[in-house]
T-cell receptor
Framework: QQQVKQSPQSLIVQKGGISIINCAYENTAFDYFPWYQQFPGKGPALLIAIRPDVSEKKEGRFTISFNKSAKQFSLHIMDSQPGDSATYFCAAKEVPTNINQFYFGTGTSLTVIP | DAGVTQSPTHLIKTRGQQVTLRCSPKSGHDTVSWYQQALGQGPQFIFQYYEEEERQRGNFPDRFSGHQYPNYSSELNVNALLLGDSALYLC????????????FGPGTRLTVL
């Protein structure tokens, strides 16, 4: 059973546009929600993360929106650039914090067209 | 800082063989987790090592085993390889007490023929 459901599977955006990727979860014990960026042949790299006590977190062009009641969170990439073309994974982790068993979504392949 | 390093980069084995993958965590990190990433899928948690002991295991059979050394480096061993074990194996390290943040290595691509 997929603990974190991610959509869409693939996304094509024009340069300068906004990319939006959505994730949903059921386990209310999840307390940490990171987004990872992965380029071909590389391991996932932490992009931005959020905890349930805030509804939004912004770092540069990347924003996470978090809706605790709906058990959904999303990644917004503003002013998308060709260099952002990669696969993006949402993930979730539950307490206790010393156990790093992350549950990943199935990934979104983002292509930014110049 | 070299970050998380893994070896080898690529590996080809045949069914029934055994394989050992290696990971060196990021400097200052003492916890190592292993993940299996099948093609087109998200990483799946295999297990986590801390203080040289397996602390948590995901839904993987006993054919998957590991070890952590006093210098925090770790090995993943897979016995009796199956075709379905073909995947990218990722090592992630973290610092105990740093809530949730973990850093991934580049992975080892295992192909089972």
């Amino acid at each position: 059973q997929q603990q974190v459901k991610q959509s869409p599977q693939s996304l094509i955006v024009q340069k300068g546009g906004i990319s939006i990727i959505n994730c949903a979860y059921e386990n209310t014990a999840f307390d940490y929600f990171p987004w990872y960026q992965q380029f071909p042949g590389k391991g996932p790299a932490l992009l931005i993360a959020i905890r349930p006590d805030v509804s939004e977190k912004k770092e540069g062009r990347f924003t996470i929106s978090f809706n605790k009641s709906a058990k959904q969170f999303s990644l917004h990439i503003m002013d998308s650039q060709p260099g952002d073309s990669a696969t993006y994974f949402c993930a979730a982790k539950e307490v206790p914090t010393n156990i790093n068993q992350f549950y990943f979504g199935t990934g979104t392949s983002l292509t930014v067209i110049p | 800082d070299a970050g998380v390093t893994q070896s080898p980069t690529h590996l080809i084995k045949t069914r029934g063989q055994q394989v050992t993958l290696r990971c060196s965590p990021k400097s200052g990190h003492d916890t190592v987790s292993w993940y299996q990433q099948a093609l087109g899928q998200g990483p799946q948690f295999i297990f986590q090592y801390y203080e040289e002991e397996e602390r948590q295991r995901g839904n993987f059979p006993d054919r998957f085993s590991g070890h952590q050394y006093p210098n925090y480096s770790s090995e993943l061993n897979v016995n009796a390889l199956l075709l379905g074990d073909s995947a990218l194996y990722l090592c992630a390290s973290s610092e105990k007490g740093r809530k949730g943040e973990q850093f991934f290595g580049p992975g080892t691509r295992l192909t089972v023929l």
